[in-house]
């Protein structure tokens, strides 16, 4: 039997690369998508050639905790229990702190930080029960050094680390690993969109002067996720080119 890898945001730039990982490393990938957005998910299941076998893809609104308890529930019947569970939805809504509306603030939250609850909650306690199982949440450089224009994406980025810390010290005794990678900016769509002039001056402050690939954050998720990442838990795995060195 296959093992269980549930991956919210999995179409997205990181999300992508880290559902190719896990197809790639014989995971069975349950891939989340954004409630109405499935001819978008389907077209990326094609132009990435899944199978059935290895990729389900599942409507999930991670901000919606009644939503996640029911269907996550449902998912836990049908499937078995979650093996790795890789916490990747995310957004941006940029703005500088004074001009920042109370929906930019909430929206971020919710999606990246409320998120954190309404996923893994239904799917932990199974995996204690099952044991060796591993929770990956994805970070941001951002989360551990403060940005800019990010003060809520800042906040839900460093809350996730606090939440990582906490359950890994609720899961260690069953053998269940929570762990954080925070990788610095990565050429998505999320990066791409930023104004090219902000992007270059941000591009000339890593010392290795590039984005990161989308494959080197996947290959770290990759790593946590196997065998060899089993006594690993509790901690953050920064993956930004030496931007910011913890
Ligand atoms: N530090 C100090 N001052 C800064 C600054 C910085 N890093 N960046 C800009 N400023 C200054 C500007 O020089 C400007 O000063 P003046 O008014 O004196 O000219 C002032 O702040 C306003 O700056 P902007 O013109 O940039 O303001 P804006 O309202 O047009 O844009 C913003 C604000 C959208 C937040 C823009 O600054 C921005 O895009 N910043 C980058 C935010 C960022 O890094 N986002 C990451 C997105 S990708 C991601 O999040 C993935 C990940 O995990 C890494």
């Known amino acids: 039997m296959k093992k269980l890898a549930l991956i919210t945001g999995s179409k997205g730039g990181i999300g992508s690369a880290i559902s190719s990982k896990l197809v790639a490393d014989g995971y069975r990938v349950i891939a989340t998508y954004f409630t109405g957005n499935y001819q978008c998910a389907l077209d990326w299941f094609n132009e990435k050639q899944f199978t059935e076998d290895q990729v389900r893809l599942f409507e999930l609104d991670v901000t919606n905790t009644a939503e996640c308890a ?5 998912l836990l019947e049908e499937e078995g229990t979650v093996d790795v569970l890789v916490n ?10 004074k001009k920042m509306d109370a929906e930019a603030w909430k929206e971020v939250i919710e999606t990246n930080l ?5 996923v893994t909650q239904p799917l932990f306690a199974p995996m204690c029960e099952k044991g060796n199982c591993r ?3 994805i970070s941001s450089v951002n989360g551990l050094k403060g940005q800019f224009g990010q003060t809520n994406y800042s906040a839900a980025k460093a809350g996730m680390i606090g939440f990582s810390k906490a359950l890994a010290a609720e899961g260690a005794r069953s053998g269940v690993t929570v762990n954080v990678i925070a990788p ?12 090219p ?3 270059d001056s941000i591009k000339n402050q890593i010392p290795m002067k590039r984005l990161a690939t989308p494959v080197e954050i996947a290959d770290a998720v990759g ?8 006594y690993i838990t509790g901690e953050t795995l920064s993956v930004n080119g030496g931007l910011y060195m913890h």
Not at 70 to 74: A, E
Not at 88 to 97: L, Q
Not at 184 to 195: I, R
């Open 70 to 74: 029911l269907s996550l529930s449902k």
């Open 88 to 97: 990747n939805a995310g957004i941006t809504r940029d703005s500088v702190f």
């Open 114 to 118: 409320n998120s954190l609850f309404n």
């Open 135 to 137: 929770v990956i949440n």
């Open 184 to 195: 610095g900016y990565t050429a998505t769509p999320m990066v791409e969109q930023m104004k």
């Open 197 to 199: 002039e902000v992007l």
């Open 223 to 230: 790593f946590l996720a196997s065998e060899s990442g089993a």
